[in-house]
């Protein structure tokens, strides 16, 4: 498998392979832990599967704040050695992949009565840097009052006692994850959605060696055999440990939700990311501009209910507009100010007594005593370190050792020499893309979305130019036909939520555009008007869940 043949068209020949071959490595789960797995393992010269039961990133990777940063807050829990690691890996992760982990300023506030005074916040940023290595034009700059208002000025002022600045980046998690599986399926890795594992095959010595799958495409069953297994299914990683002879012993996951609320850009005009404290509950949350909108989050709540449809609540969104119209009383937002929500789980491990903010990021690896190997909790941000260490730990089972060598390696369309490289690439492409009259705008949007893949789909907009006269239409097409082809997009919401986050941040045009993009697919892929029918419907329901609170 490689990048040219990761088609939702090639999907039966996949499976095919699965059945027919024997890997050395079967990872369970299509979020970026599985993904960057995948692509560790692969990068190492084993045979690697990877089965997703929904859509690659479906599960909390498509569903974080989306920041590739070290987390400044943790150093308040002494976390020291977690804001070093994902502090480092923010500039490696930029590097491999420039067009979806872009730099990002950031503003901390500081009030009166805040979780960090002047001082504490001063020292904070100063060690937040040291830890993460920061290059010295890029470390934080302590800011006076009259300059945080001069930066933001719908700031509160009355409780506002200065600020700092500094950097983070931010990214589109679910494209992150679906570039490092693209990655990982150019390397020779097979990666499929839409398979759920359900039970576990075991060899006669009593270890796992494969798993039992359905394929809720087609509805079949599949029996995949492999040296290993390891279990990278994030708040499901208890659920496939329970189906294990070992069952959930010693540690266990425990799982918070966390919402972001969507807002126009117009209604929040801030100049750059704001992290900011929560009054009530010395919290903090993050308000970060994109394009039209601004997005506000997240909650941290404990979570016992469906993990399989967590969506924000009426009491979610309304934490969070109090939280925000607190730091920024002019904006005045109300609930109708609303166009999008999401609501992720955190797969964290459980620590006794302990609040949902409180609980460690950190990951860690479940061996069981029948092999199955489970990485559990972690950030989005370290999903590289962590693949690296659960490699390390596979080659162990082996009793052998490799070096892990995806830190220099460039994810699929990132592969620019220099990071700083991607603006002159937009300005190329810009030039270029005038024969078909696309805007620096759109073209600026698309090289963040797919990076040098790009030229793939400016290709076939031009070619489908011939016969699609309206130029939003033109591109859309492409993208769709990119998708399918390129990343394994099976239906509308794996392109309109995972591949393009345009239900997240275009919920309004979707409108317009969704049952455009339904005749789109039903052409490239072949449906018939009654799976073209159930597709609308199902995408139908998520367009109405991200909307959920209006109701609960
Ligand atoms: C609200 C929120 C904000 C966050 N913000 C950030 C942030 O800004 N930066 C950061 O670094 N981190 C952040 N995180 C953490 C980060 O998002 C997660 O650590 C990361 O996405 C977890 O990825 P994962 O692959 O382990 O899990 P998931 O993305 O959930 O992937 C697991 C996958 O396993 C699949 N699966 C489950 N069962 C099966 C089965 N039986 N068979 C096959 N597949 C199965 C699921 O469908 C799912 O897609 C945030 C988390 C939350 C909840």
Redesign the pocket.
Known sequence: MNDSTFSALDRSLWCNKLISEEFDLLV????????GIALDAVTRGLKVAL???????????????????G?LRYLKQLEFGLVHE?GVERAIVYNNAPHVVIPEKMLLPIIEEGSLGKTLSSIGLWVYDRLANVDKDERRKMLDKEVVIGLEPLIRKDVLLGGGLYYEYRTD?ARL?IETMKTAVSKGAVALNY????DLIYKSNGYVGGAI?KDHLSGSVLNIKSRRVVN?????VD??RAKDKEGVIGKRLHL?????IVVPFSKLPIKQSVYFDVEKDNRMCFAIPRGNITYI????TFYDKNINQPIALRQDVEYILDAINYMFPAAKLNVSDIESTW?????LINEEGKSPSELS?RDEIFYSDTGLIS?A???????RKMAERVLNFVFKTMHTRSTCITKELKLSGGDFEDPEDIHAFIFKVTNEAKQIGLSQELVQALVYKYGKNIDRIINKAYEFQATIKDQEACIYSAEIWYGINYEMVNNLCDFLIRRTGRLYFERPSLEKWYPYVATKMAEFLGWSEEEKQIEIENFEREYQSVMGFRKF
């Open positions: 369970i789960g299509g979020g970026i832990t599985g993904a089965v997703e039961k929904n859509d690659f990133a479906w599960g909390t990777s498509s569903r974080s704040t989306k920041l590739i940063h987390g994902v998690d994850a398979l759920e594992v359900t799958v990278a299914a994030g708040p499901w659920n496939i918070t939700k966390g919402v972001h989050g997240t909650t941290d609501a992720g789980l955190r797969p990021r990485i909790g972690g950030k989005l941000t370290g999903y």
